[in-house]
T-cell receptor, first 118, second 114 residues
Framework: GAVVSQHPSWVICKSGTSVKIECRSL??????MFWYRQFPKQSLMLMAT?????????EQGVEKDKFLINHASLTLSTLTVTSAHPEDSSFYIC??????????????FGDGTRLSIL | GNSVTQMEGPVTLSEEAFLTINCTYT??????LFWYVQYPGEGLQLLLK?????DKGSNKGFEATYRKETTSFHLEKGSVQVSDSAVYFC?????????????FGKGTKLSVKP
């Protein structure tokens, strides 16, 4: 089945640093990838929709300069948390939509990245 | 607009008990409905789905039936196991409008005790 790899799975860093999270579709092409944020005991909050070769579409309330998204190829999207602070600590999950099998499942999910800012 | 409402947890059951997690939705058109499961520290996995009214999705002993008349998609399992402990998310997707964007419920945490 379709596999989405997210890396790293866990990162701890100091306040003020920037952190890059990668999301790759391993066995299919994905024109669209989604980035979610999940707070403890809460649902997934869609942050942005990333389209290959164009600018990402951010949801209301999400700072585009804080959360930089790049989708340079059909298999890779990256989320960079710039100048991270403790309040950015969270679980970030990406997903990708399979062009070939759109009707089977709308999105395939990565395993998430646990980000902890000290 | 489109929305999903699911019962709040946490739900705590003993092994082999019957499970029901309620989910209702509001949507325009004819959405597809999904249940996703999230095990501790992991991302989401599709558990089951239904794409039209009266469809029943099933997987790993879990079932849910797409009820258009009650706009519901309740998740059931006849006999839960400790390994079923996870957070369960009900979701809908309206392909025609949003091209596959998912709208999630808030999630229900299930804990199964031996």
């Amino acid at each position: 089945g379709a596999v989405v790899s997210q890396h790293p799975s866990w990162v701890i860093c100091k306040s003020g640093t920037s952190v890059k999270i990668e999301c790759r579709s391993l066995d299919f092409q994905a024109t669209t990838m989604f980035w979610y944020r999940q707070f403890p005991k809460q649902s997934l909050m869609l942050m942005a929709t990333s389209n290959e070769g164009s600018k990402a579409t951010y949801e209301q309330g999400v700072e585009k300069d804080k959360f930089l998204i790049n989708h340079a190829s059909l298999t890779l999207s990256t989320l960079t948390v710039t100048s991270a602070h403790p309040e950015d600590s969270s679980f970030y999950i990406c997903s990708a939509r399979d062009l070939q099998v759109l009707s089977n499942q709308p999105q395939h999910f990565g395993d998430g990245t646990r980000l902890s800012i000290l | 607009g489109n929305s999903v409402t699911q019962m709040e947890g946490p739900v705590t059951l003993s092994e082999e008990a019957f499970l029901t997690i309620n989910c209702t939705y509001t949507a325009t058109g004819y959405p597809s409905l999904f249940w996703y499961v999230q095990y501790p520290g992991e991302g989401l996995q599709l558990l089951l789905k239904a794409t039209k009214a009266d469809d029943k999705g099933s997987n790993k002993g879990f079932e849910a039936t797409y009820r258009k008349e009650t706009t519901s998609f309740h998740l059931e399992k006849g006999s839960v196991q400790v390994s079923d402990s996870a957070v369960y998310f009900c979701a809908l997707s309206n392909y025609g409008g949003s091209q596959g964007n998912l709208i999630f419920g808030k999630g229900t945490k299930l804990s199964v005790k031996p």
